[in-house]
């Protein structure tokens, strides 16, 4: 029994004292007000109204006033064109699809194996090509004729 009563004593002397504690104040938010705020600043600044009375005419010119000689080429072949809407078209669905060709490469590049087994054939073809067109002499010279033969077709007879 004492075991006991020594132990309800220390409870109800923690209880006694837990009553007799003060509440712990949390700290309080600061609260912003901006009516006082913008009055303790508003006192310090001082406006004052003013009227200008010259106003000038001139113009300022930045650089030249030419337009460069790209505009000028690129501003005659748009007005050469017939139908600048289906060259426009074209021209929204090119940018379309280098968007979905670099998606696509991206998901490709992701994979695990496929980015080293196009590569290896990267470095195949590449040496295929240099061994069939770059190492003997008459080869390097017909590659050469025919890049030439292209580019004038492209471009045009010279």
Known sequence: MAATLSVSAAIASVNANVSRMQPVSMPQALV???SLY???NARN???MATVDVETSTEVVTIGSSETPEI???ITEAWDKLD?????TALGV???VAVFAASGVISAIDRLPLV???LELVGI???GWFAYRNLFFTDDRQALIEKIKCTYCDIIGDE
Do not use: E, L
Request: charge should be positive; include cysteine.
């Open 115 to 117: 980015p080293g087994i």
């Open 32 to 34: 912003f007000k901006p």
């Open 93 to 95: 669905a090119g940018i």
């Open 124 to 126: 195949g073809y590449t």
């Open 83 to 87: 139908d600048k809407y289906a060259v």
């Open 38 to 40: 913008c009055r303790r």
């Open 71 to 73: 505009v000028k080429t």
């Open 45 to 47: 600044v001082a406006a």
